[in-house]
């Protein structure tokens, strides 16, 4: 044999085993997830250094919409700040998409793949805190809060997108990329009427992104539940409540009954349900017999046919109740909803491959301290600060399905393969929808999160650009495996519209004293800056 064929036999020998050393070690990886394609390394490469360039854009979006503390359905100004920036950066901007004047479809680019790029954006009640303070401590008492960090997500997606995009230009490639909102999460208000809008109809991948306390993304069935979110409203009739009682009819007592009875079958429900709820009218004053009340349910379960029988229960309670206390019961109002989330594996596999290849954050002594503070603050079995090290694996199907959060991006995850990615921009161990989590929103911590958060969504972006089978492979997942034996029926009926009336009330009393905090990117370098507070802010003991 001459020696030149010697060498080829041993290189293809070598290659062949290069392949099956490769498949031992990843098995589940199938060699969809690395690619051995020099171009895109670089590329890749490049972006991730663009992203690191972008590091001060970046933090001002997260300060920005960390000041405006929108409810959902009432994100004015965060939608009109990010699609201002959307605009400057050549996409064309879709707003008040499904008839929500909050949400929008901003695109750019042409033809296939059509990458979806989302985060939610609004905040909860009563959450408002200053940044940075190891304790509770609100800028506004009473007021609204990124007690979620849902002011981060959007800087991850815009981010990548912008380096993603001066490549795509350069190199002419083609390919589409969208940035949509998640308007009103906290309240599972949008996302199914995106879907029934059509607006994901052409999309090829959707990429949301979330904030977690560490660098992460899971395929097939999540841990949590899907929600039907309704709302029930009794009409009596007023009288004299002391000197004619019984000419009324008492639209509270059928929301107390409701409730009453609502809270004995609880025992006899399955262990994975949720459901909870606030009375959003209970009547005017005590001395006239309430006319009207009303009382707001989330029904929680873990798959569609349960969640409807959980529905179904409310409505005959509110039904037994409105019998007993001789008044009616008026049709019953879906104020949001939300599926199940299932997440695609091939999808999911090529952003694990590069979250390895980004890691976690280098956090400084002070993100460590304010992160221990906060812990021991709230009195944690643990107390040992931020995450260092990455998960061993990644994160498949779950199996036993205990029941918790929902999340409407459930909806887009059966209508087109979906991930979530979730980046490192909080601290471990806090009760969440609280006033802690929002202390590490507005500092180094969310920054560098977000940062680490934008590598791996733009890495993910080329990968799906440059390599079209990754696309067809996520389909195949989709069309196969997951919506084999289960096809998406929306919760939301013909007649339900998106509950844009919600939290008007509640910013309308707030905003005037939020304006006076809404960050000044140029005065201030960062809104701790603006505020005055000295990172990070610990007690003397902590
Ligand atoms: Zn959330």
């Known amino acids: 044999m001459p020696i030149r064929s010697i060498a080829a036999a041993l290189t293809a020998f070598m290659t062949f085993a290069t392949v099956l050393l490769a498949q031992k070690v990843a098995p589940k990886l199938d060699g969809k997830a690395s690619s051995s394609n020099p171009r895109l390394e670089t590329l890749k490469q490049e972006a991730v250094s663009d992203v690191e360039s972008r590091t001060v854009f970046s933090q001002q979006m997260v300060d920005q919409i960390f000041s405006y503390a929108e409810l959902g359905f009432q994100e004015i100004e965060t939608t009109r700040y990010l699609a201002d920036i959307l605009k400057t950066n050549g996409f064309s901007v879709q707003e008040g998409i499904a008839g929500i004047p909050t949400a929008f479809m901003a695109t750019w680019g042409s033809g296939k793949p059509v990458i979806a790029l989302g985060s939610d954006i609004d905040c909860i009640p009563q959450a408002s805190q200053k940044p940075g303070v190891a304790w509770h401590e609100p800028m506004i008492e009473g007021a609204p809060g990124h007690g979620e960090g849902h002011n981060s997500g959007q800087a991850v997606n815009i981010t990548a997108a912008l380096a993603v995009k001066k490549i795509m230009e350069r190199e002419h490639l083609p390919g589409t990329l969208r940035i949509w909102t998640g308007t009103a999460e906290e309240l599972v208000g949008s996302k199914a009427y995106f879907i029934r809008a059509g607006l994901f109809k052409d999309v090829d991948i959707a990429l949301f992104t979330h904030v977690d306390n560490d660098l992460t993304v899971s395929w097939g069935p999540r841990e949590g539940t899907?929600?039907?979110?309704?709302q029930y409203s009794f009409l009596g009739e007023t009288a004299h409540a002391a000197s004619a009682p019984w000419r009324g009819r008492s639209a509270l007592d059928a929301v107390e009954l409701m409730d009453a009875g609502w809270n004995f079958r609880r025992e006899h429900l399955r262990l994975s349900q949720r459901s909870h709820y606030v009375i959003t009218d209970g009547g005017d004053q005590p001395n006239v017999v309430p006319r009207t009340a009303s009382v707001w349910y989330y029904f929680r379960e873990t798959d569609y046919p349960h969640i409807k029988e959980l529905w179904q229960i409310g409505d005959d309670m509110a039904k037994g109740a409105a019998l007993m206390t001789g008044v009616q019961v008026l049709p019953d109002k879906v104020l949001g909803s939300a599926w199940p989330?299932?997440?695609?594996?091939?999808?999911?596999?090529?952003?694990w491959a590069n979250i390895q290849k980004v890691g976690l954050p280098k956090w400084s002594e002070g993100d460590q301290a304010l992160a221990v503070a906060l812990q021991k603050e709230l009195k944690n079995p643990k107390t040992d600060g931020l995450r260092t090290?990455?998960?061993e694996k990644l994160q498949g199907p779950v199996t036993e399905n205990n029941g918790g959060g929902s999340d409407d991006i459930g909806d887009i995850s059966w209508n087109v393969p979906t991930v979530t990615l979730r980046y490192p921009s909080n601290i471990p161990g806090l009760p969440g929808h609280n006033w802690a989590n929002a202390i590490s929103m507005a500092t180094p911590i969310a920054h560098k999160g977000v940062t680490a958060g934008a590598k791996v969504q733009a890495m993910t972006m080329l990968d799906l650009v440059m390599r079209p089978e990754l696309v067809d492979q996520?389909?195949?997942y989709f069309r196969d495996v997951q919506t084999k034996d289960t096809k998406y029926e929306p919760l939301i009926r013909a007649q339900d519209q998106p509950a844009i009336w919600?939290?008007?009330?509640?910013m309308d009393k707030f905003r005037p004293e939020m304006k006076k905090y809404y960050y000044d990117p140029s005065r201030f370098k960062t809104?701790?800056?603006?505020?005055?507070?000295?990172?990070?802010?610990?007690?003397?003991s902590q």
């Open 226 to 230: 899907g929600l039907v979110s309704v």
């Open 341 to 351: 989330q299932h997440f695609n594996k091939v999808v999911a596999e090529t952003t």
């Open 389 to 391: 090290k990455l998960s």
């Open 474 to 476: 996520a389909w195949a």
């Open 502 to 506: 919600l939290n008007k009330a509640t």
């Open 527 to 540: 809104y701790l800056d603006q505020l005055g507070i000295k990172y990070p802010t610990v007690k003397a």
